[in-house]
């Protein structure tokens, strides 16, 4: 059975880093038939998908237009997990933040970080 | 960017009751690459359907999906007290992923 378990903290300064990772149990991060992305939710913007990572042939990202100059997805084969991070956060960037795994679809979702970007 | 529209906002029914659940795209989805999602307050969404049609795995069959085009609907047949929450239309027909708001369906 897939997990997806996130860690990180709740809580980023102004113009500082917002850093999540999300540890896979059951699949394998380099799976060739499903992609690993990161999602957030907030009462101003609902669900918004920020970007997802897979691996077909080579490592591949897409991002969401809206954080595409901010934001890092990377996959780490040796922990088995995948991380995000969003640069230069502000008050905007407040929501809560899931992991999920992806087929287009999103079959299994992290069970989500509230983060709060406040100085 | 595909935008995808929820109707209605909320629906007040009752245990017992059916609800039909309205998703509309701003464009055709090719191959139906529709899926809808439930949330229940301070939880993760929870695929329901994808395809359009096709249940995840677990899902009861009072749950349904249907539509082709820019037209979706979700159709709950019996309402289980476990089914009042939110529900979410998300499409992955285009890059970039989109969601639509959300219809509430509350008793």
């Known amino acids: 059975q897939v997990h997806l378990q996130q860690s990180g903290p709740g809580l980023v300064k102004p113009s500082q880093t917002l850093s999540l990772t999300c540890a896979i149990s059951g699949d394998s991060v380099s799976s060739n038939s499903a992609g690993w992305a990161w999602i957030r939710q907030s009462p101003s913007r609902g669900l918004e998908w920020l970007g997802t990572t897979y691996y077909k042939s080579e490592w591949r990202r897409n991002y969401a237009p809206s954080v595409r100059s901010r934001i890092t997805i990377n996959p780490d084969t040796s922990k088995n997990h995948f991380s995000l991070q969003l640069n230069s956060v502000t008050p905007e960037d407040t929501a809560v933040y899931y992991c999920?795994?992806?087929?287009?679809?999103?079959?299994?979702w992290g069970q989500g970080t509230l983060v709060t970007v406040s100085s | 960017e595909i935008v995808l529209t929820q109707s209605p906002g909320t629906l007040s029914l009752s245990p017992g009751e059916g609800a039909t659940l309205s998703c509309r795209a701003s464009q055709i989805l090719s191959s139906s690459n529709l899926a809808w999602y439930q949330q229940k307050p301070g939880q993760a969404p929870r695929l329901l359907i994808y395809g359009a049609s096709g249940r995840a795995t677990g899902i009861p069959d009072r749950f349904s999906g249907s539509g082709s085009g820019t037209d979706f609907t979700l159709t709950i047949s019996r309402l289980e007290p476990e089914d009042f929450a939110v529900y979410y239309c998300q499409q992955y027909d285009n890059s970039p992923r989109t969601f639509g708001q959300g219809t509430k369906v509350e008793i």
């Open positions: 999920a795994r992806a087929i287009g679809y999103y079959t299994l």
